[in-house]
């Protein structure tokens, strides 16, 4: 989806290019001074060949931009995509060609289906040898065309300023995303006297229109006066920055609201009307309520198929009402009764206002109407609550969330790579605002973790970041260590080792016959002493009471952290719905 154009032009255009000096400037120096026009100043990447003038400019200008050495790309992007979901800014990342853009596309296709704002610079081989296989070589524009919203082959130096200064327009704009823009050595070294294009502002497509407030009135009449609401949240309540008008709609009609995986934190967990997440791996309360409400109210989700389950008998007796800022997703797996395009913000701030002009004795029938639901509601909460065993003699990775939260006062910031762990953690780790959960949910990326969160401790200096890992993803990034030791950032990774690809083998035990086909990671390093080889502090815990002193230890050490914490092998996430079948088929234990 594309938000902004840009035109051809005769004269220069200082105002929006930005030409600092009156002097020509090479390539390399037009795009760093476009990076900080960009409010860029922090930036990760790996150097090679291609991009070697860009490099020679960021050491030109290393106090207005600070560049930090990753150890594989796939860390850069990740790094930078924790950036951008821990402050709403965009993240921004530098390749080499080849190699460097190729492993860079794990990132890059992460950040796009969980719609992170990121502009990605990839170096490319000269334009005169493009086509010829030459030595690092890749056709990266046409690699990543599936997996960005916007991209880019610069094929002249006089059209990067506009670029630059468009590409972060389209990463942040609308539905975020990743914006890819490759640039040929020689266009990097080659000198510009003037820009030949003028970046254009976008024309905002969410502007409401007389349909729009007339679709409005219809949404606020039907949620005054549904007996059985339920709001469906997803990440767009989070990258709207719509959590506290959510707040006052749900309060104002005493309606009940459920996040996804990605809308965690966009409602706080803990509170009255949170039925808690939803889907494969959510709530029974929460999955019962979708598919017993009589309307449902689908702000920032795609219905995804983690969700929905069998998507014919998903909120078989709903209502649904979908708002959306893209317009792609309107019934692109579901059809609603009733659509809205538009940001999740200003849609439930409208809401809110119009809630607010009702008349108190309406609201006050509606809320009536719906005490038998909330009795419901209640009851099943009761029945069929999330469930943390405990051992005196195993840590059983609930207890490990739960102790985590307890020992940071529900305030730190949890990212996770993917697994058994990430749904623990999403289950057991009450959040209390958004942008204090980080994980890979459309693509499911292991190894996201640890570089996420090393970017989003870079973001927020003063407060607790903590990567929750498997053994196995952990393993996938772990390289990344030696950045946070060799720029000080005090990153704290708790690994949960069961020895196993702990989400393959619970599928394998339930549905595969216990057929345990290549998921056994017994033969492992000692993390403790990877740790420590790195200069990190390596700590393990077997006991739930060995498990609170070592967090102790950790959490009050003012360096990079790893904690070995070895849990139950054989442990399962419950409940969870079998791929494709009815959200009323949960299985419980």
Not at 249 to 261: F, G, K, N, R
Not at 287 to 292: D, G, L, Q, T
Not at 408 to 415: C, P, R, S
Not at 561 to 578: A, C, G, L, Q, R
């Amino acid at each position: 989806m594309r938000d902004a154009t840009i035109d051809i032009v005769n004269e220069p255009d200082l105002g929006s290019a930005a030409y600092e000096a009156a002097k020509p400037m090479r390539g390399a120096e037009v795009l760093v001074r476009g990076l900080i026009r960009n409010g860029i100043d922090t930036i990760f990447g790996l150097p090679g060949g291609a991009v070697l003038h860009i490099y020679d400019e960021l050491w030109r200008f290393r106090d207005e931009i600070t560049h930090y050495l990753v150890r594989h790309e796939q860390g850069a992007i990740h790094a930078a995509e924790g950036y951008a979901r821990a402050t709403g800014r965009v993240g921004c990342a530098l390749v080499t060609s080849g190699p460097g853009a190729t492993n860079a596309v794990t990132g890059i296709a992460t950040a796009y289906m969980d719609s992170i704002p990121l502009v990605v610079i990839t170096g490319q081989v000269p334009l005169p040898v493009i086509g010829t296989d030459a030595f690092q070589e890749v056709d990266t524009f046409g690699v990543t065309l599936p997996i960005v919203k916007h991209s880019y082959l610069v094929r002249d130096v006089r059209d990067l300023a506009a670029i630059i200064d468009e590409a972060f327009e389209i990463a942040a704009s609308g539905k975020p995303g990743p914006v890819v823009i490759d640039v040929p050595k020689d266009i990097t070294a080659h000198l510009c006297d003037a820009p030949r294009r003028r970046f254009a502002a976008p024309i905002n497509a969410c502007e409401p229109t007389s349909t729009d407030e007339q679709t409005l009135d219809t949404i606020t009449d039907r949620l005054i006066n549904a007996e059985r609401p339920i709001f469906y949240v997803g990440g767009g309540i989070v990258t709207s920055d719509a959590a506290d008008a959510l707040m006052r709609v749900a309060e104002i009609l005493d309606a009940p609201v459920t996040p996804t995986l990605m809308g965690l934190g966009g409602f706080p967990t803990a509170h009255r009307l949170s039925l808690g997440m939803l889907g494969m791996h959510g709530t029974y309360t929460a999955n019962m309520a979708v598919s017993e409400s009589d309307l449902l109210v689908a702000v920032g989700v795609r219905f995804d198929d983690r969700v929905t389950g069998k998507l014919a008998t998903f909120a078989p007796q709903a209502e649904i009402i979908h708002i959306d800022i893209d317009p792609s997703n309107i019934g692109k797996v579901k059809q609603p009764h009733i659509s809205l395009v538009a940001d999740a913000k200003p849609a439930l701030e409208r809401i809110a206002a119009r809630l607010n002009a009702a008349d108190d004795a309406e609201i006050a029938g509606g809320r009536a109407k719906r005490e038998q639901w909330w009795k419901k509601l209640k009851d099943w909460k009761t029945s069929v609550p999330l469930v943390c065993e405990t051992s005196r003699t195993e840590l059983k990775p609930q207890h490990v969330i739960e102790e985590v939260h307890r020992m940071t006062n529900g305030e730190a910031i949890i990212v996770t790579d993917v697994g058994q762990h990430q749904m623990w953690a999403a289950q057991f780790y009450p959040f209390k605002r958004a942008r204090q959960w980080l994980t890979s949910g459309g693509l499911g990326t292991m190894g996201f973790g640890l570089p996420a969160a090393m970017g989003a401790q870079l973001a927020l200096p003063d407060q607790t970041v903590i990567a929750v890992v498997g053994d196995g993803g952990f393993q996938m990034t772990n390289q990344e260590i030696i950045t946070a030791i060799q720029y000080k950032i005090p990153l704290k990774v708790l690994i949960m080792n069961n020895g196993y690809l702990g989400m393959v083998r619970q599928w394998q035990e339930m549905f595969y016959d216990r057929a345990y086909s290549e998921v056994d990671l017994s033969i492992s390093p000692d993390f403790v002493k990877l740790a420590e080889a790195y200069g990190a502090q390596g700590l393990r815990a077997t006991t739930p009471t060995e498990f609170t002193e070592v967090l102790k230890r950790g959490l009050e050490y003012e360096g990079v952290t790893i904690w070995d914490i070895v849990v139950t092998k054989e442990e399962n996430v419950f409940p969870i719905i079998p791929a494709g079948q009815d959200t009323r088929n949960m299985i419980l234990k």
